[in-house]
């Protein structure tokens, strides 16, 4: 399972730093993703410090996690 969140979580870094070029409230489709998927606080958190990602999705991500209960 730890392969598959891995690959998930790659695919969602390439799409969001590709969406966020070309589309103003990509925010909306990312946020989307990730309830859709369950993603938890402390996933993120790990994301956060071992991951290469844009700007705007780390931002997109902390304030998604600072959101998360």
Known sequence: MKQFDKGW??????YTDELAQIQRDFDVTANAQLKAAGVEKKEIEGILK?????D???ELLTEYKDNLK
């Not at 071992?50 to 844009?54: G, P, W, Y």
């Open 9 to 14: 979580w790659n695919c969602f870094l390439s």
């Open 56 to 58: 705007k999705t780390r």
């Open 50 to 54: 071992t991951e290469i990602m844009s």
